[in-house]
């Protein structure tokens, strides 16, 4: 009976070690986090006015903070500078929930049709812009999640579906992208240029609609030993 119970002491403490080795293994590094969660989370966002201006505001529940985000007939972004290596910090998360979808019936064109109630940008830049890469994220109404198209602003501009589809709007849903694999996929090689900014958008200007989305706890890191992997 002793040796027994030795036996289970053992067995357990190996499945305690186990779990916690597991547990650090997947433990995040971040570089960043936007909680936006204090009054001035929005002040180091810069705009980017493409057609009309998208009113991006702070708003709180409680605590929590979040970016709102209203589009009528408008397109613009708020972008965030930060420099790194996609291979270094390849991971990026964040919440969102789409509150309305822009009204596709009238679009006729591409253009038209690319519209989206939120988009998360991981920007690539160059000294030309037809140079710089652009990997988007977004949250379609119909097509499937996974694909990866190219935007008809440019083939520079890779769209990947990461969410789809109206059976989740309304709700808070969380993603969690691997950038480095992504533009490995997108692009078709490595990238040769660090990131040097992420960005929201919400945008209904080409079908001259309205739109509405909240953005939420945006965040880059690093899995510990995925680097090493990746290396």
Known sequence: MIQLSKFKSSIA???????LLCSAHASIVYLRKFDFN?????????????????QYMLMKYGKNGFVEAQSDKTCSAIYYKIGFKPKDYPLLSWKWKVLKFPDLSQAKTDKERNDYAARVYVIFPFLCFSSSKFI??????DMPVGSVYDSPEGNNIKMIVARSGKVDAGQWVCET??????????????????????AIMC???????????????????NEEGMKRRID
């Open 38 to 54: 204090d009054s001035d989370a929005l002040d180091k966002w810069g705009k980017m006015i493409l057609n009309g201006q998208v």
């Open 136 to 141: 988007e994220y977004v949250w379609s109404e």
């Open 177 to 198: 992208r691997n950038v480095y694999d992504d533009y490995l996929k997108a692009f078709g090689k490595e990238p040769s240029m660090s990131v040097g900014a992420v």
């Open 203 to 221: 945008d209904a200007d080409g079908s001259k609609s309205s739109a509405e989305a909240i953005f939420d706890d945006i965040a880059i890191g």
């Open 13 to 19: 403490i190996f499945i305690l070690l186990a779990a």
